[in-house]
């Protein structure tokens, strides 16, 4: 059988290809820790958000030297609590959830960007290294006033 020269250069190509995309694959899953989201973590009755803890108290509370921990509840059309200020280099973990239709929550010059959905506490970090006051908008349009639902995060 004979194989014609650019024929082996492109079969030698997309079997490189197929080696990088697989190298890549495995150090994201097994080095980086990098999984697809889905997997169910803690879940709540929508109905009974603002009776149940901790989201019956949304607010900001520092767990350690640089570290918080932000309880949010996203609903139409707002996000509790309203605007919130942590010191430059603070770690926030964001825990949130909604009490009525899916809503968005994307804090703008960040990664951070997650569905809030009802029944579902989502859970994301991020460590805010630049000084700034960062809006927090909801991205999954939700009603008549999807477009007015925001809040600040101010790092000082
Ligand atoms: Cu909430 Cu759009």
Same mark, same amino acid.
């Given at each position: ?5 650019? !024929? ?5 190509? %997309?079997? *490189? ?11 994201? =899953?097994?080095?980086?820790?990098? =999984?697809? /989201?889905?997997?169910? %973590?803690?879940?709540?009755? /929508? ?6 803890? @901790?989201?019956?108290? @949304? %607010? ?8 918080? !921990? =932000? ?6 059309? *707002?996000?509790? @609590?309203?605007?919130?200020?942590? @010191? ?13 239709? &899916? ?8 990664? &951070? +960007? =997650?569905?809030? &959905?009802?029944?579902?506490?989502? +859970?994301? *970090? ?5 000084? %700034? ?24």
């Amino acid at each position: 059988m004979h194989f014609h020269k650019y !024929e082996k250069i492109w079969l030698g190509f %997309g079997l *490189s290809m197929l080696v990088v995309f697989l190298l890549v694959l495995g150090v994201g =899953a097994f080095a980086m820790g990098t =999984a697809p /989201p889905g997997h169910h %973590g803690v879940q709540v009755d /929508p109905e009974k958000v603002e009776q149940i803890a @901790p989201f019956n108290k @949304p %607010g900001l509370h520092k767990v350690r030297d640089n570290e918080y !921990e =932000a309880i949010m509840v996203g609903k139409i059309f *707002s996000y509790l @609590p309203s605007a919130m200020t942590v @010191p430059v280099g603070a770690t926030v973990h964001f825990s949130i959830t909604s009490p009525d239709v &899916v809503h968005g929550f994307q804090i703008v010059g960040t990664n &951070v +960007n =997650a569905m809030v &959905v009802p029944g579902e506490v989502n +859970n994301i *970090s991020h460590k805010f290294t630049k000084a %700034g006051t960062y809006l927090i908008l909801c991205n999954e349009y939700c009603g008549s006033g999807h477009e007015f639902m925001a809040t600040t995060i101010t790092v000082q």
